[in-house]
T-cell receptor, first 116, second 113 residues
Framework: DAGVTQSPTHLIKTRGQQVTLRCSPKSGHDTVSWYQQALGQGPQFIFQYYEEEERQRGNFPDRFSGHQFPNYSSELNVNALLLGDSALYLC???????????????FGPGTRLTVL | AQTVTQSQPEMSVQEAETVTLSCTYD???????LFWYKQPPSRQMILVIR??????QNATENRFSVNFQKAAKSFSLKISDSQLGDAAMYFCAYGLAGTALIFGKGTTLSVSS
């Protein structure tokens, strides 16, 4: 049973560039959430995708956008990168029943983004 | 707004001993979920234990157990018979069904032999 996978593992970009991170949910899951974890901090919620639509969004600017594909995998895009975007980006999956996502989220190994 | 507070930035324990990590939260909801996640240096966030707020019985998973005090909004994690592999950052998290998880700032646990 494959768990949540993310790619790439590490990424280095320069200010102003754009980046795309990818996530495949755990087998049987259809809902994907993205979190940003700054060094030494707890994860902060970015947004959640279900049925290829953004269902919930945290307090992040529009530079952060996402997409979910029919196979439930997801992408996180960040435009106009800032130094402050350097962080570990975590993807978590869950499944939705009767249009309500279950409470337990399973996390991937994360993508470490460094912005120079 | 819901908040989660972990007041112990660092804790240490010796192998085979017991350690308790503290967590408090603030919410006006009555039906919610609480979690402890472990994040070792490999970065993978691993679910340790889950508690449903409407259940009075404290959750237990092998050497891990919680002390859930709903009225006090307290949710501590007890690790018994600590092992070297328990060394990691531990995060307490709060969530409602279908919504984002809210995390505390974490507690770094070190285990010595």
């Amino acid at each position: 049973d494959a768990g949540v996978t993310q790619s790439p593992t590490h990424l280095i970009k320069t200010r102003g560039q754009q980046v795309t991170l990818r996530c495949s949910p755990k087998s049987g899951h259809d809902t994907v959430s993205w979190y940003q974890q700054a060094l030494g901090q707890g994860p902060q919620f970015i947004f959640q995708y279900y049925e290829e639509e953004e269902r919930q969004r945290g307090n992040f600017p529009d530079r952060f956008s996402g997409h979910q594909f029919p196979n439930y995998s997801s992408e996180l895009n960040v435009n106009a990168l800032l130094l402050g975007d350097s962080a570990l980006y975590l993807c978590a999956s869950s499944f939705t029943q009767d249009r309500i996502s279950t409470d337990t989220q399973y996390f991937g190994p994360g993508t470490r983004l460094t912005v120079l | 707004a819901q908040t989660v507070t972990q007041s112990q930035p660092e804790m240490s324990v010796q192998e085979a001993e017991t350690v308790t990590l503290s967590c408090t939260y603030d919410t006006s909801e009555s039906d919610y979920y609480l979690f402890w996640y472990k994040q070792p240096p490999s970065r993978q966030m691993i679910l340790v234990i889950r508690q449903e707020a409407y259940k009075q019985q404290n959750a237990t998973e092998n050497r891990f157990s919680v002390n859930f005090q709903k009225a006090a909004k307290s949710f501590s994690l007890k690790i018994s018979d600590s092992q070297l592999g328990d060394a990691a950052m531990y995060f307490c998290a709060y969530g409602l069904a279908g919504t984002a998880l809210i995390f505390g700032k974490g507690t770094t646990l070190s285990v010595s032999s």
